[in-house]
């Protein structure tokens, strides 16, 4: 038990030193080791940063998709994908495709009871309201159920029928006083004139969504302005599975249904594409983590440099112990001690390295979330403590070389010429 304990504060003593010896090289010459360390401190505030941003917009994005359900798909000419997989596939095979069209929404609204459709089509508009007039708005052209479909609400007023539309609460606040009630006024888009009878607000902030409206024009699809800067898109079909219904079944559903309007041979492909709403969380997902990747990578760069500079400054305070390691190894310590001793000091200069880039990490989280609503930056715990764990890894391997050295090297040449 006696020598446990020894043991123990023998380690203890040694960390010690040797933070000591570390704050020592930073006040002796704090230009050189700062410029050294920087390497370190920069490639873990790298690394956090990189690991930071990319969780952070991942939970973001999942965030946001609660007011959007990952069932949905939609029905559209061109995939959002290639498909087959096969990475490309000529244009003329889906410029051929017919449009997506009212009548294909009007056969599914009737024969597919596994899915509810809504057809929606964009443009782009002037907007006008007395003097403010705003250009590049989206209009957004949809049957009914469009809160369904887009993760919004009305929270003011109804929905818009006939001559009527419903605008978006982030235009809304462009476009009106602050203490102004947009229900009831009307608005000009392009030449036409427009009733205001709600306001859409987003449930959400789901960047995946392809139908957001919070920013624009809800247009019913029977009421088309007809002096629009920019003409509709094609149509696009946004489906969400019934109750007790799964996604694969409703898809199953409404290819059956399409196929029968359009009277395709059992022998020909569809005529338009299935994009499924997971998929596209998949793609972002994988897209993220590239860019992870890649973000991490680079931070490694930044690390290697900081062990050549932790290496630097160990072999420095290792030329100026000389005397010191001698009388050591004169007194009866070994060579393993020296190098331990060496290798905790250098250790120690990477802990203050990863510190200072745990530091500025955390402050660049209260600048992000201090000027930013809807992206929220944080620092997690398990990151930080294993970005200092590398960081002391890379001390312990800055410091083998110059450990070794020291643990080779004669006590009396170095007492002598120390």
């Not at 003409?231 to 219904?245: E, Q």
């Not at 294993?386 to 020291?406: D, E, K, T, W, Y």
């Amino acid at each position: 038990m006696n020598e446990t304990v020894k043991e123990r504060m023998v380690v203890w003593r040694m960390v010690v030193e040797s933070l000591s010896f570390a704050l020592f090289s930073l006040k002796k010459d704090r230009l050189r080791t700062l410029l050294s360390l920087s390497g370190i401190t920069v490639g873990i505030f790298s690394l956090l940063a990189a690991g930071g941003v990319a969780a952070s917009l991942r939970q973001n994005i999942i965030s946001g998709m609660d007011g959007l359900s990952a069932d949905m798909f939609f029905i559209t000419k061109y995939p959002f994908a290639p498909e087959d997989d096969v990475d490309e596939q000529p244009l003329w095979r889906y410029d051929s495709r017919p449009e997506i069209s009212f009548r294909d929404f009007n056969s599914l609204r009737r024969n597919s009871i596994q899915s509810e459709p809504v057809l929606v089509s964009f443009g782009i508009a002037q907007v006008s309201f007395r003097d403010k007039r705003l250009d590049n708005v989206r209009i957004v052209r949809s049957t009914e159920g469009i809160e369904k479909v887009s993760g919004t609400i009305v929270t003011s007023g109804v929905p818009a029928r006939g001559r009527e539309v419903m605008i978006g609460s982030l235009l809304a606040q462009r476009l009106f006083d602050s203490d102004e009630n947009p229900v009831g006024k009307r608005i000009y888009i392009g030449t036409d004139r427009y009733m205001i009878s709600g306001v859409l607000s987003s449930k959400s902030e789901a960047i995946l969504n392809p139908i957001r409206c919070e920013n624009g024009i809800v247009v019913p699809w029977d009421a088309e302005p007809q002096n629009l800067v920019v003409p509709f898109s094609d149509g696009m079909i946004a489906l969400l599975p019934g109750k007790h219904v799964s996604a694969d079944e409703a898809i199953e559903s409404s290819i059956r249904v399409l196929r029968a309007s359009r009277a395709l041979p059992a022998d020909r492909d569809n005529d338009f594409s299935i994009n499924k709403m997971d998929y596209l969380l998949k793609t972002l997902e994988d897209l993220l983590s590239q860019v992870s990747m890649i973000s991490m990578i680079i931070s490694s760069f930044s690390l290697l440099i900081g062990i050549f500079g932790t290496a630097n400054i160990m072999f420095v305070t290792v030329n100026e112990c000389r005397f010191e390691n001698g009388m050591l190894r004169a007194m009866g310590a070994t060579g393993l001690d020296i190098a331990v001793r060496v290798i905790c000091q250098s250790a120690m200069l990477s802990l203050i390295g990863a510190l200072g880039g745990i530091i500025m990490f955390f402050i660049l989280t209260l600048a992000v979330n201090t000027f930013s609503k809807d992206f929220v930056l944080s620092l997690d715990l398990w990151r930080s403590v294993g970005s200092v764990l590398l960081s002391i890894l890379c001390g312990v391997v800055s410091g083998l070389i110059p450990a070794i050295q020291a643990a080779k090297e004669n006590p009396v040449d170095a007492i002598v010429f120390g």
